[in-house]
């Protein structure tokens, strides 16, 4: 889930340094929703102690 987050970020970075303002928004936004989702279940992970499944 992070490495996916990380690449969107990527992503992101790379359109707006050549100008894709409506790409790089969207990469933006889908790495945010996957960072938060990660967090959340690290979270869960943490406390229920399980151990990760990958």
């Known amino acids: 889930?992070?490495?996916?987050?990380?690449t969107f970020l990527i992503?992101?970075?790379i359109a707006g340094i050549l100008g894709?303002?409506?790409?790089?928004g969207t990469a933006t936004n889908i790495a945010y929703i996957l960072f938060?989702?990660?967090?959340i279940l690290a979270i869960v992970g943490f406390l229920?102690?399980?151990?990760?499944?990958a």
């Open 11 to 13: 992503v992101a970075i």
């Open 1 to 6: 889930m992070l490495s996916w987050a990380v």
């Open 48 to 53: 229920t102690g399980r151990k990760p499944v």
């Open 20 to 24: 894709l303002s409506g790409v790089a």
């Open 36 to 39: 938060v989702i990660f967090v």
